[in-house]
């Protein structure tokens, strides 16, 4: 699958381990250098200032989406190739999502979470084929694996849809496999196929 743009959900904050700082630059520029286009929250804070600053810095386009209320508060990122500014949250998400081939989450909070979460479910109920992934710097994600296996053998997630998630250490590995993933082509769950 050809991916032209990346969304990115990552935190306001840097975190604590330098090297989410470090594998968010590597993203930018992993992204920059393939051709392929960052599309993200639009703040110059945290991890999402990295992100972008890393791909502006390697010539690449940024498209930066951030409600009014979050620019008004001045984190928005001066310097992207385009930065849309929408009614709220959910204009946010969705605008994201519709420019987006792929999604990537790198470390960050609720906030990450939510968001992939969002597009995770969209991809399970059918109102995408677009595939996702974890950047796992420094194990940051195992737990959440962890779980997400859990869920798959108490029966709440059908291994079909776990694997939608895709989760490497490095951004490189993690871009390839989103580039050669392919949509599952099993029932729906509402479809009610027998397990």
């Known amino acids: 699958m050809a991916l032209k743009s990346i969304c990115v959900f990552c935190g306001a904050s840097t975190g604590a381990n330098p090297l989410y700082r470090e594998a968010a630059a590597a993203m930018g520029r992993s992204l920059a250098e393939r051709g392929m286009t960052l599309v993200y929250g639009g703040g110059a804070v945290g991890l999402m200032g990295v992100v972008a600053d890393a791909a502006l810095a390697a010539g690449g386009q940024v498209i930066g989406i951030i409600p009014q209320s979050l620019k008004d508060a001045e984190i928005g990122h001066p310097g992207l190739t385009r930065l849309e500014v929408v009614d709220g949250m959910h204009a946010r998400k969705a605008r994201m999502a519709e420019l987006a081939d792929a999604f990537v989450a790198l470390p960050g909070g609720l906030g990450t979470l939510e968001e992939l979460f969002e597009v995770w479910t969209w991809g399970q109920l059918g109102y995408h084929a677009k595939p996702l992934g974890l950047l796992d710097v420094g194990g940051f994600y195992a737990g959440l694996g962890q779980f997400l296996d859990h869920l798959v053998e108490e029966g709440f997630v059908r291994a079909q ?34 397990r």
Request: glycine share 0%; charged share 30%.
């Open 161 to 194: 849809y776990r694997e939608m998630l895709q989760r490497e250490a490095t951004p490189e590995a993690l871009l390839e496999r989103l580039e050669a993933w392919q949509p599952s082509v099993a029932a729906k769950w509402s479809a009610r196929a027998p």
